[in-house]
């Protein structure tokens, strides 16, 4: 059971908006959901997720038990662009899912996975195997799945420590005339819209985006961009903050367009099984190609 009180500040939320921005770490459909099976009260009374609060009031939310999720083996196709005995690179399609979670439990990339490979990482638990970071459910591109627990150990130490080079390439709204340029403010997550980051507000974690034009459009530029961290949404977040949006990423404001164009283009990165150096990189979809 979660207690919560609104404040003044809270005045003219809908019930619904006010918990999601409270109890971020559930979708905003689960907790609509509660609401309807009455597991929300504001002053001990049931209420509607429409309700519009005042300030002030109580609001207890009796949380549903959430069912078990892990990774189920599916035969569906899996791009390999890289394998040894420590680390598997693949080609994640935009629009894949890569685990289960709220309202996707088949036709992940971890579902992939299971079925192609007899084993995997499990410092990420029974929904994460072998994922040692991720790429948006609309971004494409490389991303590296670790064997083993040691192995998924070194590659989260080159991330952390910053030592993997990560380039993308994005097509983003309008025309950028500088040749190249860094972006370099800190992201946090946004105060209203909490499915969001921002990079608008001058404070959160330090974040390091350069680009470099690759072409420009009659109403867009093609980009190649790299990132020095790791933040979420961090080319997104970052494009839009400097008033060029990825082309389709409407949740940050850019026009409507068949897919967000942003690709993980390479990953260059230390493998564990050999101690060398390894560039993986993923080919352009045909929406990119299109472009050059």
């Not at 609401?35 to 002053?43: E, H, Q, S, W």
């Not at 009031?57 to 420590?86: F, H, K, S």
């Not at 935009?94 to 709220?102: D, E, K, P, Q, Y």
């Not at 370099?184 to 001058?202: E, F």
């Amino acid at each position: 059971m979660s207690s919560l009180n609104a404040g003044a500040s809270d005045r003219g939320k809908r019930l619904d908006h006010y918990l999601q921005e409270q109890l971020a770490d559930y979708s905003r459909a689960r907790l609509q959901s509660w609401i309807k099976d009455g597991r929300v009260a504001v002053n001990g009374s049931a209420a509607k997720a429409s309700l519009v609060l005042k300030g002030g009031e109580r609001i207890e939310v009796n949380p549903a038990d959430l069912a078990p999720l892990q990774a189920t083996a599916e035969d569906l196709p899996i791009e390999i662009l890289y394998e040894d005995d420590a680390v598997i690179a693949v080609n994640k399609p935009a629009g894949l899912i890569v685990h289960a979670g709220a309202g996707a439990h088949s036709g992940t990339l971890v579902n992939r996975l299971v079925r192609h490979f007899e084993s995997l990482s499990q410092i990420g638990g029974d929904l994460r195997p072998g994922i040692v970071h991720r790429l948006d459910r609309g971004t494409s591109g490389v991303m590296l799945v670790a064997r083993t627990d040691a192995a998924h150990r070194a590659l989260a130490a080159q991330f952390a420590n910053r030592t993997t080079e990560k380039t993308y390439m994005a097509l983003v709204q309008g025309i950028l005339h500088s040749d190249s340029g860094r972006i370099a403010k800190p992201i946090t997550r946004d105060p209203v819209h909490r499915t969001r980051m921002t990079a608008k507000l001058g404070h959160g974690r330090e974040a390091l985006t350069d680009y470099r034009v690759l072409r420009r459009l009659e109403d867009s530029t093609l980009l190649e961009l790299r990132i020095g961290t790791g933040r979420t949404h961090q080319i997104r977040a970052h494009m839009a903050s400097v008033g060029h949006p990825v082309v389709g990423d409407k949740a940050y404001g850019a026009w409507a367009a068949e897919r967000i164009f942003l690709h993980a283009w390479r990953i260059t990165f230390m493998s564990p099984a050999s101690g060398e150096r390894v560039t993986v990189e993923a080919p352009l979809p045909p929406e990119f190609k299109s472009l050059q």
